[in-house]
């Protein structure tokens, strides 16, 4: 074990609210429902960079810096616990399953099981490899909005509802080499809608029980509806991936490169079971984050027509009308500019990521014990003025290359460009496996959605607050109203 240096004061010593006998700080929370994270955020400004809380006896560091965080990543084992491993009911749930993914696993059955997914959606260029389908997918979508707001008073699209089927396609165009077609439930197979709701439903679920420890002792009302939700997902997976074992059969043509990713384990002599259960994992890690990104997206490019106009213009200087594709991304700047604003002016969920380390870590000066439980929350120091000049505005310019070069010897306010405060879906071993599919199919829809429509928050005055239910979104979400731009002849 690392010997910790004199100059680090102990673990007692970190700053935090009060914590009272057997509660610790949950008082903090009481009452607060989807408003855990401005908790979070007056930790922040009143404590710093680091925070000791006390949830019923657990104590948990949370982190706000993150180059005091890279060092967690940098001391971690090699068979790292993630945000799952702390979740009792996930375990519970699935103590009993004929297979656990990746996701639910730990140890050198994590190490493995990821290895092997990974090989099918990890690498930019095997993501890449899906683009064709998810471009399908975001010209249906393109169409099915144009249907939704010319049959709307107003070309009003609501978006709550429909960003969730619309981050299911996507994701099934990659997976299954089709959309399920749920952007337009009266034509869309009833299983498929369910399996929507029901992976939907059971991250929501799995959110109350985590506010009911008591729950693991006493059964409730969400511990069975979550448990009969994975069943759900479980049990329309099965189905779909039964069909992609028959298109196999029927002679479909799969390579490393080319087919889906459920057609692409098949062939590669992964059992139909296992394909199923990280089926299953895939489709609740990623679905939900990429919906709510979209969203946030949506929303800002809405409320800010400049920033829409500047990206509007580059998208039609570049494509033309064309398909997003991967040789053209560095052609977009300001497009990547707009993705990273809108994830720092809102995370979509910040406290994610966390570790239990195997040893003793000094963080901001402290003596952290090992297998506490250490959060990172990479919101805050996003919204902190010392970081980030102006940091209540939407002002995506502030991440073009040559506004990042200023900064970059700055040492506070080149923080804004760490690496760990770049994604929402996560760093290091335990981040979202699906994570730059994930980031493909947004690229690939903004860029399809701004071509062929001009964004308006309608009526303008619209106000909302933040709630955070798992992720975070405006409460209530504005009415946007979709406005079909002139054509462009297409490059493609």
Not at 426 to 441: D, I, Q, T
Request: charged content about 25%; hydrophobic content about 40%.
């Amino acid at each position: 074990m690392r010997s910790i240096a004199r100059l680090d004061r102990g673990f007692h010593e970190i700053p935090g609210p009060k914590q009272w006998p057997l509660v610790g700080s949950l008082p903090d929370f009481m009452g607060q429902g989807p408003g855990i994270h401005r908790v979070h955020k007056a930790y922040y400004l009143k404590y710093g960079p680091i925070v000791r809380i006390n949830l019923l006896g657990n104590q948990e560091v949370i982190v706000y810096d993150p180059n005091e965080y890279l060092k967690v990543f940098r001391q971690e084992s090699n068979f790292p616990t993630g945000f799952v491993g702390d979740l009792w009911m996930v375990h519970e749930i699935f103590k009993t399953r004929p297979y656990k993914s990746f996701v639910q696993s730990q140890g050198i059955e994590w190490q493995q099981k990821r290895r092997e997914v990974q090989k099918y959606v990890m690498s930019p260029a095997v993501a890449a490899s899906y683009l064709d389908a998810i471009n399908d997918t975001a010209k249906k979508v393109s169409s099915r909005i144009d249907v939704l707001a010319l049959s709307s008073k107003s070309n009003q699209v609501e978006l709550k509802q429909l960003t969730k089927y619309i981050s299911f396609d996507l994701f099934c165009s990659a997976a299954l080499g089709k959309s399920l077609n749920t952007i337009d439930p009266a034509n869309a197979d009833p299983r498929d809608l369910q399996m929507v709701e029901d992976s939907s439903g059971s991250l929501n679920r799995t959110v109350k029980l985590m506010e009911k420890p008591y729950a693991k002792y006493i059964p409730t009302r969400e511990y069975k509806e979550c448990e009969s939700m994975y069943q759900g997902v479980d049990r329309r997976g099965h189905e779909l991936v039964q069909q992609a074992v028959q298109d196999l059969e029927n002679g479909l043509a799969v390579s490393d490169e080319t087919g889906p990713i459920v057609h692409r384990m098949l062939a590669g002599g992964v059992d139909p079971v296992a394909v199923n259960g990280e089926l299953a994992a895939l489709l609740g890690a990623s679905v939900d984050t990429t919906q709510h990104v979209i969203l946030w997206l949506l929303l800002n490019l809405a409320t800010h027509p400049a920033a829409q106009q500047k990206l509007s213009s580059e998208l039609d200087s570049v494509l033309g009308g064309a398909d997003y594709t991967k040789e053209v991304q560095a052609k977009l700047p300001y497009m990547k500019a707009v993705i990273r604003e809108s994830h720092r002016r809102n995370h979509t969920n910040p406290l994610l990521t966390m570790r239990r380390l195997d040893s003793d870590i000094s963080l901001c000066g402290y003596n952290i014990p090992a297998g506490t439980r250490i959060t990172f929350n990479g919101a805050d120091i996003q919204q902190d003025p010392k970081v980030v000049e102006n940091a209540e505005r939407f002002f995506p310019d502030r991440f073009l290359p040559e506004q990042v070069a200023l900064r970059q010897h700055d040492k506070t306010l080149s923080t804004l460009d760490h690496k760990l405060l770049a994604t929402p879906f996560g760093f290091g071993a335990r981040m979202c496996v699906g994570a730059r599919l994930a980031e493909s199919e947004v690229w690939a829809l903004i860029c399809r959605l701004l071509q062929d429509f001009e964004l308006r928050l309608d009526p303008p005055n619209q106000t909302w607050d933040i709630a955070m239910p798992f992720m975070t979104i405006a409460d209530p979400y504005p009415s946007i109203s979709f406005i079909r731009r002139a054509q462009t002849p297409s490059k493609a």
